[in-house]
């Protein structure tokens, strides 16, 4: 899970860095939000089944965490949207 997080981090400070020094930017970005929303979902899921049926108890805050999470794939463009965004990055330079 926290290696997870961690390249999450790496493909953020990646694209951010390349969006600071004035660098086309669009497909490294949509990976970033791509990977991060849906890391988001394995992730949290992964810590609602490490604590069982606590995980989707009110006492903790993971069922609240893990609802939190399925919106990170829809808003600020669809996975779908981050999809096409990366695949016309790399296909149009080719003429596709
Ligand atoms: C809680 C919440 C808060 C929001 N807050 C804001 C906000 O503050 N500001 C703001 O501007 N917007 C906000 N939104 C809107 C959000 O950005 C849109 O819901 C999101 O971009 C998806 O657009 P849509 O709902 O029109 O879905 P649609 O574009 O109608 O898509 C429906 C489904 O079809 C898929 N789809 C669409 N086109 C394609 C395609 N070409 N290929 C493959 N699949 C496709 C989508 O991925 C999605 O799964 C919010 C949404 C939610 C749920």
Not at 62 to 89: G, N, Y
Request: glycine content about 4%; aromatic content about 4%; charged content about 30%.
């Amino acid at each position: 899970m926290i290696t997870e997080i961690d390249a999450a981090d790496m493909l953020t400070l990646s694209a951010a860095a390349r969006l600071d020094k004035g660098m086309p930017s669009n497909r490294q970005i949509a990976s970033a939000k791509l990977y991060a929303s849906e890391m988001l979902a394995r992730v949290t899921d992964a810590a609602v089944q490490v604590h069982e049926g606590m995980g989707l108890m009110d006492d903790l805050p993971l069922e609240r965490f893990w609802r939190d999470a399925r919106v990170e794939r829809i808003w600020d463009r669809t996975s779908e949207i981050q999809h096409h965004i990366i695949s016309r990055d790399l296909l149009r330079p080719l003429g596709a």
